[in-house]
Nanobody
Framework: QVQLVESGGGLVQPGGSLRLSCTVS????????IGWFRQAPGKERERVAC????????YYANSVKGRFTISRDNAKNTVYLQMNSLKPQDTAEYYC?????????????????WGQGTQVTVSS
């Protein structure tokens, strides 16, 4: 059974940092792409970062480029999202997801398996 579990969210001040973790089970992590998405109230779910199977290629939304870094530790079955220089507009529920395909997709509708989400709030 495919499962993804996010952790690491919380309340942080503007300019601060958080590291989110996505621990997976039920499939071999290094074969498949993993995406990080976020959804703020009243807004569509958007992809913020993605890493291909094997970890050789990463993608970032323009709004987070240079501030967020996606990485994976296959031995720990975990994908990370390091978030630095956080802004109030980064406030959202963050999800990790996979479509059990090697390559990333930018479309949330193409992902079949989702975690339960972790809340990130950036506020002073």
């Amino acid at each position: 059974q495919v499962q993804l579990v996010e952790s690491g969210g919380g309340l942080v001040q503007p300019g601060g940092s958080l590291r989110l973790s996505c621990t997976v089970s039920g499939f071999t992590l290094n074969h498949y792409a993993i995406g990080w998405f976020r959804q703020a109230p009243g807004k569509e779910r958007e992809r913020v970062a993605c890493i291909n199977g094997g970890g050789g290629t990463t993608y970032y939304a323009n709004s987070v480029k240079g501030r967020f870094t996606i990485s994976r530790d296959n031995a720990k079955n975990t994908v990370y999202l390091q978030m630095n220089s956080l802004k109030p507009q980064d406030t959202a529920e963050y999800y990790c997801a996979t479509r059990l395909v090697y390559y990333c997709s930018g479309y949330a509708r193409e992902y079949d398996h989702w975690g339960q989400g972790t809340q990130v709030t950036v506020s002073s």
